[in-house]
């Protein structure tokens, strides 16, 4: 199964569960950094696209609507009582159309929170040029994301050139990604960002209000597009405290 335990060392019931998505051309492991600043007493969950870590022997998915089926009908039965979703990037979009998925069968989550990805309705369905991996991999480099060996081990080139094939894939799925209107959503929802973001503009990012049906607060820290990994302390602080302000009694 295509899901991560994060946090092994828990015992006995979760006081709740996050549920956490990649950045494109990455993978669960990726939110490393985040997790030592997370509730101990709760479960912690990274779920993995096809053709990474733990389900690399499955065909990638070809289309965003593809990716979202996956992952909804992988997540759903393995959910029980009160769970909360974040994700990064590539990763927001998908987890904002999963709670949609979910919300729509009556199980969403308490909290949804999406980061470093402008809001859905500004994607339009455009597929990218071929042959592009290298230069995918150089611009995320720039960027400041994780691509490739962080322990120094290994052949890197050989690393390289599968975190480029997993990056074009993926980056084949925002391609063609087209947002479909819909109720908003109930659940809530918190936006997080990098000040100084290219792929995610800060001043854009209060246009994701547009899809949920309550009020939408923005978080913003100093950092571009990986500024979560230079704020991981702050970040976790806020996402712990939103997610407990929407399962808290009363």
């Given amino acids: 199964m295509p899901i991560l335990d994060l946090n092994p060392a828990l015992r006995g019931e979760p006081a709740h569960t996050l549920v956490l998505f990649h950045h494109a051309g990455g993978s669960s492991r990726g939110f490393a950094p985040l997790l030592p600043h997370l509730p ?3 479960r912690v ?3 993995d696209l ?11 998915c070809r289309t965003a609507v593809e990716a979202v089926d996956y992952l909804r009908s992988t997540l759903g039965p393995a959910l029980s009582g009160p769970f909360s979703v974040f994700g990064h990037s590539l990763g927001a979009l998908l987890a904002f159309e999963v709670a949609r998925a979910l919300e729509s069968e009556r199980r969403g989550p308490c909290w949804l929170g999406v980061s470093g990805s402008r809001a859905p309705q500004r994607f339009v369905s455009s597929p990218g040029p071929p042959g592009r991996a290298r230069d995918l991999l150089r611009q995320v480099h720039g960027l400041g ?8 081990r290994g052949d890197r080139h ?3 050139r599968l ?4 990056l074009s894939a993926d980056m084949d799925l925002v391609a063609d990604y087209a947002y479909t209107p819909g109720t908003p959503l109930r659940t809530a929802l918190s936006v997080f960002g990098g000040e100084d973001d290219p792929l995610a503009p800060a001043a854009a990012l209060g246009e994701w209000s547009a899809l949920a049906s309550g009020p939408v607060p923005c978080h913003t820290w100093p950092g571009g597009h990986f500024y979560l990994y230079e704020h991981a302390e702050a970040v976790c602080a806020r996402l712990v405290t939103s997610c407990r302000s ?3 009694p009363g």
Wanted: proline residues 9%; positive net charge.
């Fill in 40 to 42: 101990a007493d709760w």
């Fill in 45 to 47: 969950w990274g779920v």
């Fill in 50 to 60: 096809p053709g990474r870590l733990l389900d690399r022997g499955r065909d990638r």
């Fill in 145 to 152: 994301g994780p691509t490739g060996d962080p322990a120094g």
């Fill in 158 to 160: 050989a690393l390289a």
């Fill in 163 to 166: 975190v480029a094939r997993t």
């Fill in 246 to 248: 929407q399962t808290a």
